[in-house]
């Protein structure tokens, strides 16, 4: 029987998801093109609620790897990418994708180098931050207020990244394999072979192989042999390659939830590049920035432009809040490449991808209040230090990539541009320096506790 | 972060309103610090530690013999193995 807590948490939840319909009724009583926003903000809503309930975090894929040797997140988001790697093949062949690849170049493994120090000090990363706050996680909401304001920062003081930008990302070759291999709209079955297969799926499969030999297969093998000396007459066992490829399989099916949450997560991201495309032919606008100057409000870039993707992302929009602020402190912000020239700061009530953020951050709160979840979470000084810093290295390095977990990974590799892996390999590369010093940090405090424990 | 021995083999780890990974982290080392047979009560409120901490058990062999939670906080018992 529910009880006055489950009930408060039932009422916050439903409250929660009424305010949002109303918020949507009011921007569609506005002007109807507002259903654009509106539409960022419910895929932002599901993106929420599968991330809390999945517990999917791209931090934890290569932390908790190196970390502690699990592997269940690292599985995780790969089926997620494969899954969506073949929407994205399906809706690029008949013109319903809104995806651009990146520039190539080292900038990417610099800027994943970076942001995966940061994801693992804030304690995740970009999307997993706004889940975390959803669940009332403070050190998460620190993260996110650096990574606001860090970005907007770094993309305007001393005019460095304007010459980054223009002297050496911008002219970088962009391409998806398919484009590489056959030229622009090669077709269905090349862009599936290339783009899916060989640029995601193939990748997928070698990463688990590595993540099995390396990582998992140990602890795996060790269950199936004890299972088999159980039922064994002489207590004797070999384990033989089926019972390898039987491991092989536990390691991808272990987490069914992480598992589940990964295919889900590819259905809605396919779906929500489908909704936007198509919203983009009904309104006649190749960027949202065109409907708001047709209504004559301001913060468009010189372009004509503001952030408009037409698919998940996390860390632009965020960077658009800072400065935004800034510029109403005084600091122009629309002097700089960034924002004056490409992504605009519209006020952030018509800022299209800025409601996914907050779909994000109330999708996951409803989730973690449905399941008992929520607690708001108050961080330590200690923890405070972490989220500041993890916050800036995250906010700089999704700025070098043009792009975080999401944006510079998950959405490229997908895709079908081989630059999205440099971010992964960089990731994977800070996480390993910011694991190592995590665990001196915590082995330091562990030593500190007044106990009196038996090693062994 | 607290760690406290309860009782002889019977040892708690407080990692109450730390984010990832520092309770799979304390988790895993406290763990490796104990006697095989010893039990470690694990109290943590990040959810996403659940799934780590319980895929880290799987893969060591360790035994969770009680799972609670209430209100945003989960206690583990974990037996080393």
Request: aromatic fraction near 14%.
């Amino acid at each position: 029987m529910a009880d006055d807590s489950d009930r408060k948490r039932m009422f916050w939840a439903f409250s929660i998801l009424g305010l949002m319909l109303i918020v949507s009724l009011w921007y569609y009583s506005v002007h109807p093109v507002f259903m654009y926003i509106v539409t960022y903000l419910w895929f932002g809503v599901a993106y929420g609620l599968l991330l809390q309930w999945g517990r999917f975090c791209f931090a934890s894929a290569w932390r908790d790897l190196i970390a502690i040797g699990v592997t269940r997140m690292f599985v995780g988001i790969m089926i997620a990418m494969a899954v969506f790697s073949i929407i994205m093949a399906v809706l690029a062949e008949y013109r319903l994708s809104t995806f651009h690849p990146g520039p190539l170049g080292p900038h990417e493994l610099i800027g994943g180098l970076i942001f995966g120090i940061g994801m693992v000090l804030a304690g995740g990363c970009a999307s997993g931050t706004l889940y975390k706050i959803g669940e009332g996680n403070g050190t998460s909401m620190i993260a996110l207020t650096t990574m606001i304001f860090g970005q907007a920062i770094f993309v305007d003081i001393g005019g460095w990244f304007d010459q980054l930008l223009r002297n050496y990302i911008f002219p970088r070759p962009a391409f998806t394999l398919a484009e590489k291999l056959y030229g622009k709209h090669p077709g269905l079955a090349k862009m599936l072979l290339a783009d899916s297969l060989l640029n995601t799926i193939i990748p997928i499969l070698v990463l688990f192989v590595f993540a099995y030999v390396v990582v998992a297969r140990k602890g795996i093998i060790r269950q199936i042999a004890q299972q088999k000396a159980a039922s064994a007459a002489n207590g004797e066992v070999k384990t033989s390659f089926s019972d390898e490829l039987r491991g092989f399989w536990y390691m991808i099916t272990a987490s069914k939830r992480t598992t589940i949450a990964g295919v889900l997560i590819g259905i809605i991201a396919g779906f929500h590049v489908l909704a936007m495309q198509n919203l983009r032919y009904k309104f006649g606008i190749g960027n949202f920035g065109h409907a708001l100057t047709a209504l004559g409000l301001e913060g468009v870039s010189k372009r004509g432009t503001v952030f408009d993707p037409g698919y998940w992302y996390i860390t632009t929009q965020e960077a658009q809040v800072g400065g935004w602020v800034l510029h109403k402190l005084g600091w122009n912000m629309m002097d700089n490449i960034y924002f004056g020239m490409s992504n605009g700061l519209p006020d952030p009530w018509w800022n299209p991808a800025l409601l996914m953020s907050v779909g994000i951050v109330f999708g996951a709160m409803v989730m973690a209040l449905l399941n008992r979840e929520f607690k708001f979470k108050k961080p330590t000084k200690e923890l405070a230090l972490w989220g500041f810093l993890g916050g800036v290295f995250m906010g700089m390095g999704a700025r070098i990539a043009l792009g975080c977990n999401i944006g510079a990974f998950y959405i490229r590799v997908a895709g079908g541009d081989p630059g999205g892996w440099l971010f992964f390999l960089g990731m994977g590369g800070g996480a390993l320096v910011a694991v190592r010093f995590m665990n001196w940090w915590s082995e330091r405090k562990l030593k500190a506790q007044d106990i009196e424990i038996e090693i062994e | 972060m607290k760690v406290k021995k309860l009782e002889d083999g019977v040892y708690q780890l407080d990692v109450k309103g730390y984010v990832c990974p520092h309770p799979q982290l304390y988790t895993m080392k406290t763990l490796e610090k104990i006697k095989s047979g010893d039990i470690l009560e694990v109290v943590f409120d990040n959810p996403s530690s659940e799934e780590s901490i319980t895929a880290l058990c799987n893969k060591e062999g360790h035994e969770i013999v009680e799972k609670r939670s209430d209100g945003g906080t989960f206690v583990y018992r974990i037996k080393k193995a």
